[in-house]
């Protein structure tokens, strides 16, 4: 059975840090591209950052410089550094894991954005919130 586990959400100021983590179970980790999805209630569903297996990494523009996406294998756990986090960072955020030999980019992420809760594209997790006041 494949699990993926978010854990690191909290409330924090504006400007604030937060680390979330996924750890991951059931799938062999080192070959999948993994990323970190967010959701608000009211919008769409956002791929945020990714990594692939060869260690490249993609950001949506609204993050770029202020997240960072890590993984260690040997522990099978994916990680999202935030930093000068704002209100607008307000969200679920969930992890999510596609093995696929094509690249990991924002359009692979976004597409586990949309498709992986459905079942038929992916993994996902249960989510960890993340509330950013100002």
């Known amino acids: 059975q494949v699990r993926l586990v978010e854990s690191g959400g909290g409330s924090v100021q504006s400007g604030g840090s937060l680390t979330l983590s996924c750890v991951a179970s059931g799938i062999p980790f080192s070959e999948y591209c993994l990323g970190w999805v967010r959701h608000v209630e009211t919008k769409t569903r956002e791929g945020v950052a990714g990594m692939g297996r060869d260690g490249r990494t993609a950001y949506e523009d609204s993050v770029k410089g202020r997240f960072t996406v890590s993984r260690d294998n040997a522990k099978s756990t994916l990680y999202l550094q935030m930093n000068s986090l704002k209100p607008e960072d307000t969200a679920t955020y969930y992890c999510?894991?596609?093995?696929?030999?094509?690249?990991?980019?924002?359009?692979?992420?976004?597409?586990?954005?949309?498709?992986?809760?459905?079942?038929?594209?992916?993994?996902w997790g249960q989510g960890t919130q993340v509330t950013v006041s100002s």
């Open positions: 999510a894991a596609l093995k696929t030999s094509g690249r990991c980019d924002m359009s692979t992420i976004q597409a586990l954005a949309l498709r992986a809760p459905r079942g038929d594209f992916g993994y």
